[in-house]
């Protein structure tokens, strides 16, 4: 298996612009994950998914972040605006059992630096 | 609330010499515990985890970990560690709702 695989590997975007980060799953895991890394804050869970369905969105930061999960195989985590304090690295995870009693395979991260 | 507290942010340890990375939760129930390892510019790949039974847990690369309940604790130990160990390492942990809380890691340098 190809394992998760999240794209851009690397963005760099002025202040106010849309990014949208993107998340394929390894198939046949019905849990998805978004985390936040930072130096500050170390990893955030910002939301997760089960069976394509939000479960807990309590981590998103505010209105400007959405995270969608259109169908089995693809998420995606939209910033609009965004602003400096969005920089970070961004990583998608998926699990075979829903919720966390399971391990999570991590994505390799999209790394957001935004001016 | 759940936390998960690593209160080493930083060790250095020589090649060869054993290694003891210290991780402390708070929860109310019995927990489901993890380490994971980030290599720089990697996601993070699971070493071990316990859920429940023997509170000694075997993982992958010769690392294991054991849970004390008295303690609130889930240390990692690797007996002999070797340069390829240098690494981020994350503990966490998650209730049956599911939610996995990261503490905010160990950065392992290791010395020739």
């Known amino acids: 298996d190809a394992g998760v695989i999240q794209s851009p590997r690397h963005e760099v975007t002025e202040m106010g612009q849309e990014v949208t980060l993107r998340c394929k799953p390894i198939s046949g895991h019905n849990s998805l994950f978004w985390y936040r890394q930072t130096m500050m804050r170390g990893l955030e869970l910002l939301i997760y998914f089960n069976n394509n369905v939000p479960i807990d969105d309590s981590g998103m930061p505010e209105d400007r972040f959405s995270a969608k999960m259109p169908n089995a195989s693809f998420s995606t985590l939209k910033i609009q605006p965004s602003e400096p304090r969005d920089s970070a690295v961004y990583f998608c995870a998926s699990s075979d059992r829903q919720g966390n009693t399971g391990e999570l395979f991590f994505g390799e991260g999209s790394r957001l630096t935004v001016l | ?112």
């Open chain 2, 1 to 112: 609330a759940q936390s998960v507290t690593q209160p080493d942010i930083h060790i250095t340890v020589s090649e060869g010499a054993s290694l003891e990375l210290r991780c402390n939760y708070s929860y109310g129930a019995t927990p489901y515990l993890f380490w994971y390892v980030q290599s720089p510019g990697q996601g993070l790949q699971l070493l071990l985890k316990y859920f429940s039974g023997d509170t000694l847990v075997q993982g992958i690369k010769g690392f294991e970990a054991e849970f004390k309940r008295s303690q609130s604790s889930f240390n990692l130990r690797k007996p002999s560690v070797h340069w390829s160990d240098a690494a981020e390492y994350f503990c966490a942990v998650a209730n049956q709702g599911g939610k996995l809380i990261f503490g905010q890691g160990t950065e392992l340098s290791v010395k020739p």
